[in-house]
Each structure stands twice: as structure tokens, then as C-alpha cells.
């Protein structure tokens, strides 16, 4: 098992074949995909022939970075993912967690870890989040692990996601806003 880091209560590690099954479980979920397609359950061929092929190679391509299988240390239970990947403008930071690990600090305590990781190990220089304008629960995850509001922008989203007209958010935090936060 190739883990990227563990926290307190978290490993996330890399995806394998063997995920198949807890990703197309997270994505049936049609609260967990409100805000990401707007309920719409992802096909299982879709997981199988894209979508963790894709997961995988990043593996390949970035150490470090890609998207990261999360399992609670207590229970060995998926709990969701993390992604930390390479886009233009830095690395964007991104989670979906199972329903029944929602309210309990699980994507706080992996987002905190991978910015940590990532500004500390990694020789990354700003990380980025985006989610929509009324994900308020989202929004307050971005807010409590140190990134800050950036900008509103409308984004061309596939599916008609229910607040989607008042657009997305972006977040960020810099190396030196991390240092600087870090400072005593």
C-alpha cells in the first residue's frame, strides 16, 4: 500500500483496482454529488473506464500529488478521497467523503494535512479550491484550513446543479501566507 500520509484519524493512500467498488458506493449518493452534478449518480462503467484510470496515472505522472483513497485508521472504512493535483495555477485541493463521515473534521484534518504536506514537502507555491457559492459547508472547510476567498466566477457545468446561477467561489493560500501563519 503506497500511503501518502497518515493524520490522526486518517491514511490517505493511493487508489488501486480494488477501489472500484467504494467509488462507484460514493458517487451513488445522491447528496454526496449535489454539488457535483447535481445528484446524478456517476455509471460504474464511467468509475471503471475513466474515471480511476485516470486517478491512477496521476500516480504515475506526480509524485506526491493526484488523488488520494482516504480510510478512517479506526475502522479501515473508505471514508472518501482527496485530491491535490497539478492544475495552471498551482495545486488544487479537492475532497468528496461518504455521507456517513460528514460533520466529523475528516475533510479539514485531510485538507489541513495535504497543505501542510504540500507547501513543507512537496515544494508546492499556492494551493487552490473552488466550489459553488452556496456549498456552505464546503466553503467553511476552505475557510477553517486557511485558504481565503479569491473571486465569483460562472462556470460551464455539465449538469444543472440547484444554486449553480450564483456561480462558484475560489479560494487560495500562498506559500508565505502558510509561512507566515506558521511564524511564532
Do not use: N, Q
Not at 474515471?51 to 479501515?76: M, N, Q, S
Not at 475528516?106 to 501542510?116: S, V
Not at 507547501?119 to 456552505?136: I, M, N, P, Y
Request: charged share 30%; glycine share 8%; net charge negative.
Amino acid at each position: 500500500m503506497h500511503v501518502l500520509l497518515e493524520t490522526e484519524r486518517l491514511v490517505l493512500r493511493r487508489f488501486t483496482e480494488a477501489d472500484v467498488d467504494a467509488l462507484v458506493a460514493l458517487d451513488a449518493d445522491p447528496e454526496v454529488m449535489r454539488y457535483v452534478t447535481g445528484g446524478v449518480p456517476t455509471p460504474r462503467y464511467e468509475i471503471e473506464t475513466e474515471i480511476l484510470p485516470a486517478y491512477l496515472r496521476y500516480h504515475e505522472r506526480f509524485e506526491g500529488l493526484g488523488y488520494w483513497a482516504t480510510v478512517e485508521k479506526a475502522t479501515d472504512a473508505f471514508v472518501g478521497w482527496f485530491e491535490f493535483r497539478p492544475p495552471a495555477e498551482g495545486v488544487e485541493l479537492g475532497y468528496r467523503l461518504r455521507r456517513a463521515a460528514w460533520g466529523k473534521g475528516f475533510a479539514t484534518e485531510g485538507a489541513l494535512a495535504l497543505i501542510d504536506k504540500g507547501f513543507a514537502e512537496l515544494g508546492v507555491e499556492r494551493v487552490v479550491a473552488h466550489t459553488l457559492v452556496v456549498h456552505a459547508a464546503s466553503r467553511r472547510v476552505l475557510e477553517k484550513v486557511g485558504l481565503r476567498y479569491v473571486r465569483t466566477f460562472h462556470a460551464d457545468w455539465p449538469y444543472r446543479i440547484d444554486g449553480d446561477e450564483h456561480g462558484d467561489v475560489e479560494y487560495a493560500l500562498t506559500r508565505s501566507e502558510w509561512e507566515e501563519r506558521r511564524a511564532p
